[in-house]
């Protein structure tokens, strides 16, 4: 079995109330991940990283570093470090138990982020001026909440894929956000989209009662591996591709196939197509 992720200090636990660290793998794969499981998680790609709440701490996770704050001290930091890592090893060797969610932010850019911040230089982040705050930020070298003062959130863009239960890709939905407007805006888009993903979800569960009860009224019900046969074959794929794909010879598929055909009293796979469609299987 592989080693999961490991931490080590960055050159120095870099200033106050903030740890920076270094990660023994890169983790990218890792982001949807954790992007599923985590509060408040926003992914980001060119460049990939991704920003969340963990043990109420805020961590920006590059694919082979990360940030977090804040802490008290340096001891606060390591033992926070201690459970992150704790945190993406069990990630990490739990993937298969993880529905992975592919949301993606894009990143917004150092005026929009300018706009946001009161532009009064007071140094409570601890940068000298809002603009070297805006510029490192914009970088993901810092996190939002170093300025007690910023007053909204920073993404523009959010791009939102729309899945079926087995991780099909059903939609795309892009959210266009107005920064100068009130969050309420965002508020209520963010609750629209979530809306919509819960019907899906309730759609998608709808359709495999319907393809669970017209298996179960077949005489001889399709086995799950059958049903795994005939869904790639109403998507198009070849004997061979199916052999490949589920790692069986070409002559067990061609026995499964033989199957299907006398369970659903079918002589083509045209026709073996239809009735997989017309019954919700593909
Ligand atoms: S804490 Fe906020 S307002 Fe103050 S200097 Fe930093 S970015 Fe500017």
């Known amino acids: ?29 890792l982001f949807p991940y954790i992007n599923a499981v ?44 201690m459970r992150l ?3 993406l090893n069990d990630i990490y060797y739990g993937k298969e138990r993880i529905t992975p969610k592919y949301k993606l932010f894009s990143q917004a850019d150092i005026t929009l982020i300018l706009k946001l911040l009161p ?10 001026t809002c603009m070297a705050f805006a510029a490192m930020l914009g970088r993901q070298q810092t996190i939002p909440a170093r300025c007690p003062h910023i007053s909204r959130p920073v993404q523009e863009k959010a791009v939102f894929p729309i899945m079926d239960k087995d991780g099909k890709l059903l939609s795309t939905l892009t959210l266009n956000v107005d920064n100068t407007k009130n969050i309420n805006d965002l508020d209520s888009a963010r609750q629209y989209i979530e809306t919509l993903q819960n019907k899906i979800e309730q759609l998608s569960g709808m359709k495999k009662d319907l393809r669970d009860e017209a298996n179960r009224q077949l005489q001889t019900p399709l086995s799950q591996r059958e049903i795994d046969v005939l869904q790639m074959l109403a998507l198009g794929s070849t004997n061979a591709e199916i052999g490949l794909l589920l790692y069986i010879s070409p002559h067990t598929v061609k026995s499964h196939i033989n199957h299907i055909f006398n369970k659903l009293g079918v002589n083509s796979r045209t026709q073996a197509s239809v009735w997989a469609t017309q019954h919700h299987f593909v």
């Open 119 to 128: 532009r009064t230089n007071c140094n409570d982040c601890g940068f000298t």
């Open 1 to 29: 079995m592989g080693r999961g992720p490991a931490t080590r200090p960055a050159d120095t636990l870099t200033a106050c109330m903030m740890a920076g660290f270094d990660l023994s793998m890169n983790i990218e794969s």
């Open 38 to 81: 985590t509060k408040k998680a926003e992914m980001f790609e060119n460049p990939p990283y991704i920003r969340f709440e963990f043990d109420h701490t805020l961590c920006v996770l590059h694919p082979d570093k990360g940030f977090a704050s804040p802490f008290d001290d340096n001891v606060d930091a390591r033992d926070f470090m």
């Open 85 to 87: 890592m704790a945190f």
